[in-house]
């Protein structure tokens, strides 16, 4: 029986000039065929140019580490941190589900206490 060609699955990783983005373009390359996109590559908040890159890439795995993260703001720009942060992130799971792939999304880390034993889910009161 012939084996078929091991093919190394391709990651995107978007935001791949932040501080979470820069250290996972390294940690993940053993992984596998690490296609780091920052801004440029990748607008997260162009919903539409988004879905072409995931599509063009077809990644067995997509890690989204860009974010709107000036907090601060956020409050006056809410739009484009909306766009970023929320609209992208469905976007994302949403080609995620078409391609069969898996989705890594970071979160803030000021939405829960940090007092549950666990891991959180969906779900938890924020
Ligand atoms: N760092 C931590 O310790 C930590 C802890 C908990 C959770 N997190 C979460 O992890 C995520 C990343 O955090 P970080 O610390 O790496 O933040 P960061 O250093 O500010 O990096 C965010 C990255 O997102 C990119 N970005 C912003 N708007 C974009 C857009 N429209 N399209 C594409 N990329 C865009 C930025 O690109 P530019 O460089 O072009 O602005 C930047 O490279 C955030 O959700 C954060 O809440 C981080």
């Known amino acids: 029986m012939q084996r078929k060609p091991f093919t190394a699955p391709t990651i995107l990783v978007t935001g791949s000039n932040g ?3 820069f250290e996972l373009r390294r940690s993940l390359a053993p992984l596998g065929n690490v296609v780091a996109l920052d801004r440029a590559g ?3 908040s162009k919903a539409e140019g988004l879905r072409r890159v995931v599509r063009e890439h077809r ?3 997509i890690v989204n580490a860009g974010a709107y993260t ?3 703001k956020a409050e ?3 739009d484009l941190a909306f766009a970023v942060n929320g ?3 469905g976007v994302l799971a949403e080609e ?3 391609l069969g792939s898996l989705l890594v999304h970071y979160s803030t880390d000021y939405v829960f206490d940090g007092t549950a034993p666990g891991a959180y ?3 938890d009161a924020v």
Do not use: H, M
């Open 121 to 123: 889910v969906e779900k």
């Open 96 to 98: 995620a589900i078409a």
């Open 87 to 89: 609209v992208a992130a």
């Open 42 to 44: 990748c607008d997260l």
């Open 59 to 61: 990644p067995a795995v």
């Open 76 to 78: 006056t720009d809410s």
């Open 19 to 21: 501080q979470v983005g």
């Open 70 to 72: 000036a907090v601060d």
